[in-house]
């Protein structure tokens, strides 16, 4: 399976990455937020990860995606035209 290798944010608790994949906390949120991604993709946003169902620990596991994940203070850049133009915001 690979290494876990620890992932800085989480905001809910530890996240790790194993490959392509991250392991995050699940919850009792979790199989609708799992339907939501799937619905976003469906509907051609790849910008969100594929959800991977569960492990035996029952934390969520998702594709892996690179890119910058900020965390609070949030820094400037993430309220500048171009994130918000990225991550879907109107304008």
Do not use: K
């Not at 194993?18 to 946003?45: D, I, N, Q, Y």
């Amino acid at each position: 399976m690979g290494e876990e290798i620890a992932l800085a944010g989480g905001n809910m608790g530890p996240v790790s990455r194993r490959g392509a994949t991250v392991l995050r906390p699940g919850g009792p949120w979790s199989p609708a937020v799992h339907r939501l991604m799937e619905h976003c993709r469906a509907a051609g946003v790849t910008e969100v990860p594929r959800p991977l169902g569960f492990d035996e620990a029952g934390r969520e596991i998702v594709e892996f995606l690179p890119g910058t994940v900020p965390a609070y203070p949030m820094p400037r850049w993430v309220w500048q035209r171009p994130a918000l133009a990225g991550g879907g915001v109107p304008q």
